[in-house]
């Protein structure tokens, strides 16, 4: 049962999928609101939330930046559901949602100045390639954001570890080898305390 539920985070799917994703826009509020603490957007970037969910992310971004905030999610159900919460840019021109993996993007090069990843990367196949696709989409002097619940130390990741296949469970430091060797120029963390909410964010 757990098995299932997190498969379903991994990629919701069918009627339950969509209940998983509102149980996604609540649950990760906390860390979605550390990580706006976070980050500071000018007014005019042009942001791409990987593995956008229920779009509740996109949704923040599209008031801080006048710009377009595109998403996208290899789930049917979460590209659905985020172009469903944010109709109003969507039809507007301001926001984009495609069906796509993050290891390999239909996306331009150096298309965006800041690209996030909110409790998402513990399912990405072979990190470190994966954020060298990420950087390729990001401007020269661009950001990528990471938001994720647990900074490697969590009491319970060895519990989801050894539940899920395929699941990766990082802590700042690994996250930080990745990103350079990935390419990008500095990496700095953000801990809130108490809490284990890891917001990493790497500058190209």
Not at 66 to 83: K, P, Q, R, T, W
Not at 91 to 103: E, F
Not at 177 to 201: H, P, Q, W
Request: with cysteine; hydrophobic share 35%.
């Amino acid at each position: 049962m757990v098995g299932e539920k997190i498969t379903q985070c991994m990629k919701p799917h069918g009627e339950e999928g969509l209940e998983t994703i509102e149980n996604m826009n609540e649950n990760h509020r906390e860390i979605s609101e550390f990580a706006f603490e976070c980050i500071d957007v000018n007014g005019d970037e042009r942001i791409l939330d990987i593995g956008c969910g229920g779009g509740v992310n996109i949704e923040k971004f599209l008031k801080l930046t006048s710009n377009n905030v595109d998403g996208l999610d290899y789930s049917e159900v979460s590209v659905a559901s985020s172009i469903k919460q944010n109709k109003d840019a969507v039809d507007n021109g301001r926001c984009t949602v495609i069906q796509a993996d993050v290891s390999d993007m239909p996306i331009e090069d150096e298309r965006y100045d800041l690209a996030t990843a909110f409790e998402t990367i513990y399912f990405w196949p072979e990190i470190q390639e994966t954020f060298k696709e990420v950087s390729r989409v990001i401007k020269p002097n661009g950001r990528f954001m990471i938001a994720q619940g647990t900074d490697g130390n969590h009491p319970d990741d060895e519990k989801w570890l050894a539940t899920v296949e395929g699941m990766s469970v990082y802590t700042s430091p690994e996250l930080e080898r990745y990103l350079l060797d990935a390419g990008f120029k500095s990496v700095e963390s953000y801990v809130k305390e108490n809490d284990y909410i890891l917001v990493v964010i790497a500058q190209k």
